[in-house]
């Protein structure tokens, strides 16, 4: 092809033309909608860094995932933020865990959207690691048997799917194997297979209030210029079980989303994580990009690169562009 045989332009000079050669579409299927909940009653707390997303408590909750419903997203991803933490991330576990009785509620409210829960010990921990700790190290093994425990207590309460995202090695077969053993085998797992240890998650560690009180997760999340030891993380999470394995943050790893879809035939999510959604928040404040336009290029973007699937904190606007 050579010009001036072959002139792009041709198909691009007017909506019409764009729609009809456009290679990808967002739909509102694609996105996951990611909430935090509280302890308390009537409680909306704003969270600072992440403008329109609040801490709530289960009432408003409800209304929240009511209103994702309504607009056809057909999926929630719920964080808890326990009333007390200690060691040992006691609040995760149990019916009365915080995230346990948010999805009772929420399944009981609103049964036709999803409920996925974060698998994960940092939001219940008093040192904001991702386990249970062995002097300053995250002890592996001994993690495990609770993440096993939580997923366990989450399907119990109705959760629809788990998604351990502690980068834990062989969590992903400790939760299946758990899941099973207690009748649970119809329970998928979406795995954070490639998670790195990122600063983009900033403002996510303020709502959840799960920053490390020493040190970081370096040792246990995935070193940012690494591809090939991601494609490693992804082949053990499929072989141990994964139904849907993931990909985070999305933005600054579209070419790991890329090479993942390449790579492997499971469904594909993408993490579009809190600082990609603050920087966004943060620039159009400011009158520097234009909001929509930007949050549309961004989740198109990650699309784009091949996830099928995107968790975004733009659920909720997006789905009100698209429908
Ligand atoms: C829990 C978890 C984190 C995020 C999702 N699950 C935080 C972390 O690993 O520190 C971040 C999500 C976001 O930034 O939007 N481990």
Redesign the pocket.
Known sequence: MHYPEYRPRRLRQNENFRRMIRETTLTVNDFIY?LFVTFGKNVKKPIASMPGNFQLSIDHLVKEVKSARDLGIPAVIL?GIPETKDEVASGALGDKGIIQQAVKAVKDAVPDILVIT?L?L??YTSHGH?GILDGHVVDNDATLQVLGETAVSQAKAGADMVAP??MMDGQVLAVREALDESGYEHVPIMA?SA?YASC??G???DA?E?TPQFGD?KAY?MDPPNSDEAMREITLDVEEGADIIMV?PALPYLDIIRRAKEEFDLPLAA?N???E?AMIKAAANLGWIDETRAMMEALISIKRAGADMILT?FAKDAAKLIV
């Open positions: 990611p964080f974060d994960c940092c939001e991702c995202s502690g954070y998670k983009f998650y403002p996510f560690r959840a799960s997760r999340q985070k993490y994580v809190s600082g959604f904190y």
